[in-house]
Each structure stands twice: as structure tokens, then as C-alpha cells.
């Protein structure tokens, strides 16, 4: 016999009512009244007292209500232990776009090859702003993000990585020498910017403002979403950008992309592991960490 009939008998006895059962089971009425009926006919005797005001068991109901509660209790001992052989870890990763194309594959492949248990991960790729609204959130379980604004971790817990390094990047079909340029040789230029709220570009915004200048004062701008995009339409040869030197130093070393420095800027943002307090004693979260700071030592 199927467990969800004892579990029912018991149910019915316990609440002292057919609706009231069959609300906690969230069935039908009739199909609570159906199991008790056809439990009877299954043992051929009646379980259930109908003559009072109350429901109460009979005496072959007591009977089969004691061992129902002892084969339940049997059958839920056993589910644990086997949830128990084969756990699953689930969490969501926020980061922002540099992680999430050149470390996160990386670091996953680290995770996965750390860890003998099963595990479900989902990850998505947002601004520093709003991935941090997201961990706040309970949207993303951790993350991390890469900034050069002050952020506030006040209700997080925060793990400071090694910095981000970026460059000015142009395609050599520009024809801008490789080295320093002045300002007005950057701002000559049209540039290839990621969206508003991106760190790449507040660093950069940053930079400009220690001169009295802002994105408005380049020849021209064209901005992506896609930070793929970004270095494609770089590679073209069709303006210059600000972005990760880890992003870049493939093409860099290749001599398809030529670097830049403008005396007086800063080329370093902050990266940071952010997670809830809550997840502080998680094991998957403990090796989550070991992985991202062992990849990134």
C-alpha cells in the first residue's frame, strides 16, 4: 500500500475532519474520502468511529494508526539518509562583465573539478551597482565585482582581491605611436566606451575630471553593451578603448592592439568577493572563494 493513504488516515484523526485533512494535503474532499474507503475495504474492517459528533478511530483504526506512524517515520529516516549520499549545491554568481568573460569559465572549471558533489550554478553579469543591489537582494547568493567607486559593504561580507589593471587600447591602423599620449591626443580620438554605470568607464570619467574634462570632449563616442563588442569594434580600428589589460594582453602581445598611457591617470580599480552574512559557514561558498582567490593569486 502507498504511504499517502496511511498518511492520510493519520491526517483525518489528527485534525478530527475530512475538509480540514484534505486542505493540509492539499487534495479534494472525495479523494480523502475515497483513500480512507478504500483502505477499508483493503483491511475489511472500518477505521474510522462515524457515529459521534467527532471522528475518532475505531479500535482496528488505533491499530493501523500506530503502525502508520512507525512506517511513516521509517520512510522519512530513509529519505534523509539517502538526500544525505547525494547533496546539491545551488547558488547564483552576480559578477561584473571583465570577471564574468576572462575569470568566471576559469574559475567554475576550478569548482567543479574541487568539488565531488553535484552543484547548480547560474550566473549573470551586470554593472557594479547593480550586482551589489542584487547580493543585498537575495537575488545573487555571491559575487564578484570589480570597482573603482566606493561601494557600500556595510551589510555584506567583503574579500578585497588583487586590483584590477586597465589600459588605452587602439587597433595600430590608427596610427597613433604606442606609449604616452598627451590629453589632447586622447581626446582627438573617437572612443569606444561601455555603458554608464560600468566601473571601465567611471574610472575613466574619473580620470578626465582631474582635468576639467568629460566623455563629451572626445571626437566622438560609440558605446556597446557587449564588452566582446567592445574589443571587436577595437580591433577594426575604429576608435580606441579603456578596458582590462586581462581582457586585452592576448592581442597586446600579438601586436594586434597597441597600448596607451596619459600621464596622470589612474589605470587601477578595486575587486572585491560580496556574500550575505548568512552564507558566511557555506561549504560551497567556502570552496566558491578558494577557487576565485587561487585563480586570481
Known amino acids: 500500500m502507498e504511504t499517502r493513504y496511511l498518511k492520510t488516515l493519520l491526517e483525518v484523526l489528527k485534525s478530527g475532519s475530512f475538509s480540514r485533512a484534505a486542505d493540509v494535503l492539499n487534495v479534494t474532499q472525495s479523494a480523502v474520502s475515497q483513500r480512507i474507503r478504500f483502505m477499508e475495504e483493503q483491511y475489511g474492517v472500518s477505521l474510522i468511529d462515524r457515529a459521534g459528533t467527532a471522528i475518532t478511530a475505531t479500535e482496528a483504526g488505533s491499530t493501523v494508526l500506530k ?8 520512510e522519512k529516516e530513509l529519505d534523509d539518509e539517502l538526500k544525505g ?5 545551488k547558488f547564483s554568481v552576480g559578477c561584473t562583465p571583465t570577471f564574468g568573460v576572462v575569470y568566471l569559465p576559469k574559475v567554475l572549471s576550478l569548482f567543479f573539478l574541487a568539488n565531488s558533489e553535484e552543484s547548480r550554478i547560474k ?3 551586470n554593472t557594479p551597482g547593480m550586482v551589489l543591489k542584487g547580493v ?34 587602439s587597433a595600430p591602423s590608427m596610427g597613433l605611436a604606442k606609449g604616452t599620449l598627451t590629453l589632447s591626443e586622447l581626446l582627438e580620438q573617437r572612443l569606444i566606451s561601455r555603458r554608464e554605470g560600468c566601473s571601465s568607464r567611471c574610472l575613466l570619467e574619473n580620470n578626465l575630471a582631474k582635468y576639467g574634462k568629460n566623455l563629451d570632449d572626445f ?24 578596458v582590462s589589460r586581462s581582457l586585452v594582453r592576448e592581442y597586446i602581445e ?26 558566511h559557514d557555506s561549504k560551497c561558498f567556502t570552496s566558491f572563494i578558494k577557487c576565485v582567490e587561487g585563480l586570481m593569486a
Open 67 to 74: 503502525n502508520a506512524q512507525q512506517i511513516l517515520a521509517l
Open 85 to 89: 549520499l547525494k547533496t546539491t549545491s
Open 123 to 125: 550566473s549573470y553579469v
Open 136 to 169: 543585498l537582494g537575495n537575488e545573487y547568493d555571491i559575487a564578484v565585482i570589480e570597482h573603482c567607486l566606493e561601494l557600500d559593504f556595510s551589510d555584506v561580507i567583503a574579500i578585497s582581491l588583487p586590483p584590477d589593471d586597465l589600459a588605452i587600447v
Open 219 to 242: 571626437h566622438s563616442i560609440v558605446v556597446h553593451d557587449d564588452l566582446n563588442m567592445t574589443i571587436q569594434t577595437t580591433l577594426l580600428g575604429l576608435g580606441l578603448a579603456f
Open 254 to 279: 600579438k601586436g594586434k592592439l597597441l597600448e596607451h598611457v596619459v600621464e596622470g591617470f589612474s589605470c587601477f580599480r578595486s575587486r572585491s568577493i560580496v556574500f550575505k552574512r548568512n552564507h
